[in-house]
């Protein structure tokens, strides 16, 4: 797998890519008028051409501050592959011109007939025209006169040895171009086109007009979702950012609510810890029912459930048992030690105990 992952970081995408959009600009180009290619390009040639004569071979390729191209001799040594990477011109797309010593062009003259099928008529004139097998030539034709009234055309027939043609596709191929076209120009207006890469498609060009301008729709088509799409996500994105502020102040009166709503139940057990609790009337009322008829409270505290009483009785030890009985006190105590009274007629003490807030008033 890292393997893999490795292999695919190393495949020069970004070459790729640089290839397929130079291709489909190139394209584009080719669907504007000449005289517009012809200002973009700078007056350059154009393509890049490989002249193949039989007094030498030379690479023309095109300059775009120049009108003259600039000329690559290829000499017949181990050198071209470097030249052609020097100049960064491996995998282009070239045209192969074939030189006119090489070329053999006769003209004959034919009946108006013989316009429909004129390759084939070609092809069976060509014994009479070169001496050679028909099967080892590569013709090509252009119709320099037509005259309906004298019933005759004239069609200018460019031939060349198959050999040559092959020899020179397979330089280009060697030298690492990408032979698109073999032509004959010899300086004429249209070029014969000898022989075409069964890679190129021969599409005509009101249909390449469609395809670019389909591509170019679909480019617009797919900018324009992009951006549907953007705007979309930012109307997302803001209804988000109001939903969280709602969310976010429903948030804080919902705490605000709890907390008053502890506050409230906070001081409901409070009022109800109050009401719960014996009143001081019936705190007073158990205690006087509690202390004996000899006896005597000479002080009285309530605090927080707590009750402290001072006073004299005749038996101060029988209190603690009568305060118990009345069922709303707990756990009395003397808080000091039990002396005699002042005037000698009892005992003094002070007691100590619990409201029980289990009994209510």
């Given amino acids: 797998m890292t393997a893999i992952t490795s292999s695919l970081l190393d495949f020069p995408w970004r070459r790729l890519a640089a290839k397929a959009a130079g291709w489909w600009l190139a394209e584009l180009g080719g669907l504007l008028p000449p005289f517009v290619r012809s200002r973009l390009s700078g007056g350059s040639a154009g393509a890049l051409r490989l002249d193949f004569a039989a007094d030498g071979i030379s690479l023309l390729v095109p300059a775009r501050a120049r009108t003259v191209p600039t000329v690559i001799p290829i000499i017949q040594d181990g050198n071209r592959q470097a030249v052609l990477e020097r100049n960064h011109l491996v995998g282009a797309p070239v045209i192969i011109q074939i030189g006119e010593s090489l070329v053999f062009r006769p003209s004959i003259e034919l009946p108006l007939a013989a316009e429909s099928s004129l390759r084939s008529i070609i092809h069976h004139q060509l014994e009479r025209l070169v001496p050679l097998d028909p099967e080892t030539l590569r013709f090509a034709w252009h119709m320099t006169e037509r005259s309906a009234e004298k019933n005759r055309l004239r069609v200018e027939v460019c031939i060349v040895k198959q050999a040559t043609l092959d ?16 032509i004959a120009n010899g300086r004429r207006q249209h070029p014969s086109i000898l ?29 324009a979702a992009y951006t549907v799409f953007i705007c979309h996500l930012d109307a997302r994105r803001e209804a988000l950012r109001d939903m969280v502020s709602d969310l976010h102040a429903r948030t804080e009166a919902v705490r605000a609510l709890a907390q008053r709503t502890a506050a409230a139940e906070n001081l409901l057990k409070s009022v109800n810890k109050r009401l719960q609790a014996p009143g001081p009337l019936a705190v007073l009322d158990a205690l006087t029912q509690a202390v004996p008829l000899d006896g005597s409270i000479s002080e009285f505290h309530v605090q927080n459930g707590k009750v402290e009483i001072t006073g004299t009785a005749s038996h101060a030890t029988a209190l603690l048992g009568m305060i118990g009985k009345t069922g709303i006190f707990d756990n009395p105590s003397f808080l000091a030690p039990i002396t005699a009274a002042p005037d000698g007629a009892g005992e003094r003490y002070q007691l100590g105990f619990q409201v029980n807030r289990r009994s209510g008033s």
Avoid: K
């Avoid at 020899?167 to 073999?182: D, F, S």
């Avoid at 005509?204 to 617009?220: K, P, Q």
């Fill in 167 to 182: 020899r020179a596709i397979g330089l280009a191929q060697t030298l690492g171009l990408n032979p698109h076209l073999v």
């Fill in 195 to 223: 022989w075409r890469s069964p890679h190129i498609q021969q599409a005509s060009f009101r249909e390449r007009t469609f395809r670019r301008g389909t591509e170019i729709a679909a480019a617009c088509f797919a900018i």
